[in-house]
């Protein structure tokens, strides 16, 4: 039940660092906040499948509202999935034994991968698919 807790207490406090500036700044951040918030969600979650309920409710409303909020084509989402997967089975073994699993979902989100996949689907690239000027303004800054 310890290790439960501390990965919730450890988890928002991540989340808060992230989304520090202001009330709710996932509203304006930028396309790539939204995409990097939203695999790291993602990677925890799928880090910890089955271990906590109430982390795995978090981790999937937080994915979905950086989603929510972003203009990025749905194909990066998958293949932030796919990369998420191939992190996940990668050796972060501690001194002590046992995998460090939310130390593999930190370096992917500063690792390029996840560049490479908002670079290829960059909904900033074209004006032409945000349906308004503001929005493009603020996510695309």
């Known amino acids: 039940m310890g290790i439960k807790k501390l990965i919730i207490s450890f988890t928002l406090m991540l989340i808060t660092v992230f989304c520090s500036a ?12 939204l995409f990097r918030n939203f695999s790291f969600s993602v990677c925890i979650g799928m880090a910890y499948e089955g271990e906590s ?3 795995s409710s978090n981790v999937n409303k ?14 990066a989402y998958d293949e932030a999935r796919s990369i998420i997967q191939k992190w996940l089975k990668k050796d972060y ?3 002590h034994g046992g995998q460090i699993e939310l130390m593999k979902c930190i370096d992917l989100y ?11 689907y960059n909904p900033c690239n074209s004006k032409d698919s945000w349906l308004d000027d503001n929005d493009f303004n603020l996510r695309c800054k």
């Open 110 to 120: 500063n690792h390029i991968d996840l560049v490479n996949i908002f670079n290829k």
């Open 53 to 55: 309920e109430k982390l």
């Open 93 to 95: 073994r501690s001194k």
């Open 62 to 75: 937080a994915a979905n509202g950086y989603r929510e909020f972003g203009n990025i084509s749905l194909d």
């Open 22 to 33: 202001g009330t709710h700044p996932f509203k304006n951040a930028s396309e790539k906040r």
